[in-house]
């Protein structure tokens, strides 16, 4: 009988063997916590799809955003839900809008001990639920769209957000805000690009934690998910017009995506776990199929194993409390 000559068992015997030899792990810093604030709202309300996360009031919101300061996290996300929407989402301009207002209560509450992120799309605030503004034949405008992004990032650096995140994939929208901030001044305020963004079907449970009521669907400006090669593209391109900081999304079901950015990319990279993701494992943990905190833990973990810089999840919170218990 012979015995095997290589026996990577030995490195995993303990646990201090283990934690000694493990190659990657997440930092409270990693984590970007997203929010929803709701405008007129009297009390958080849950978003059944996502149990335990909550449409905000702004002083709920501020609770949040203070805790993330003291847990440690890198930032916070914040998404608007705004009481009146019209076509061209014009509720997305107003200095005192839902989600400006929060910008500026929110960095009011967190001065530099938290890096504010605002959330730079139209969908939130248009009535047809799409990304941008719609032509005469309903087909979402790229260059009208432009015109609109350029103002709210100004709209969003004047109320004090760090970063602002076009979500939108329009073609060009890294490129013109970029050129409006810096026309006013904002020559600091970075740009997160959600550089390669698909048109996925794990977005399911944020059209009810923003209340869209999407017409129609977004694969005119969405990446399609049979493509790989298309995410290396749009990178270039939006590092090429000015992006700090490039995203993929979702995240479980494209870490290939990941890595290959990654790769690449010579900027922070982030990936979003978004909320369809964390409602299936939500769900299946309920129903006592998986260990809730040991899948979490897991996927986050591969998500950065993928080669995230930075990963937005709703679990940021919770898991920072979990690392620092460690
Ligand atoms: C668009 C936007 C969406 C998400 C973040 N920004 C929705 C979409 O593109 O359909 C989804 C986030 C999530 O599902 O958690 N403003």
Redesign the pocket.
């Known amino acids: 009988m012979s015995f095997p000559q290589h026996r990577p068992r030995r490195l995993r015997t303990t646990a201090a063997m283990r934690r000694l030899v493990a190659e990657y792990s997440v930092a409270a810093s990693d984590l970007i916590l997203?929010v929803f604030i709701r405008e007129g709202l009297r009390e958080p309300k849950p978003i059944t799809s996502m149990p335990g996360v909550f449409q905000h009031t702004t002083e709920s919101l501020l609770v949040a955003a203070r805790e993330a300061v003291e847990l440690g996290l890198g930032g916070i996300m914040i998404?608007g839900i705004p009481a009146e929407r019209d076509a061209t989402g014009s509720a997305s301009l107003t200095p005192d809008g839902v989600l400006n207002a929060a910008i500026r209560e929110v960095r009011g509450a967190v001065g530099e001990n938290l890096v504010v992120m605002s959330?730079l799309?139209l969908?939130?605030f248009t009535d047809h639920g799409h990304?941008g503004v719609l032509d005469a034949d309903g087909t979402v405008d790229n260059d009208a769209t432009l015109a609109i992004y350029a103002e709210m990032a100004v709209a969003q650096a004047r109320a004090g957000a760090h970063i602002v995140a076009p979500?939108?994939m329009m073609d060009g929208q890294v490129g013109v805000i970029r050129a409006a901030l810096d026309a006013e001044g904002f020559t600091d305020v970075s740009v997160l690009a959600?550089a390669a963004?698909y048109a996925s079907a794990?977005?399911g449970?944020?059209?009810e934690?923003v209340d869209s009521q999407l017409h129609g669907d977004?694969h005119s400006y969405?990446m399609d998910p049979g493509n790989r090669r298309e995410a290396l593209h749009e990178v270039e391109l939006d590092l090429a017009e000015g992006a700090d900081i490039v995203m993929v999304k979702p995240a479980m079901s494209y870490l290939d995506i990941l890595a290959d950015v990654a790769a690449m990319s010579p900027v922070p990279v982030a990936a979003?776990q978004?909320?369809?993701e964390?409602a299936m494992i939500e769900a299946a943990a309920a129903n006592g199929w998986i260990n809730r905190r040991a899948a979490i833990e897991e996927s986050v973990l591969s998500i950065k194993r993928a080669g995230a810089t930075m990963i937005l999840t709703?679990w940021a919170a919770e898991l920072a409390g979990w690392i620092r218990s460690k």
Do not use: T
């Open positions: 997203p998404f959330d799309c969908d939130e990304c979500s939108g959600y963004k794990f977005y449970p944020f059209r934690a977004r969405q979003y978004i909320s369809g964390y709703y």
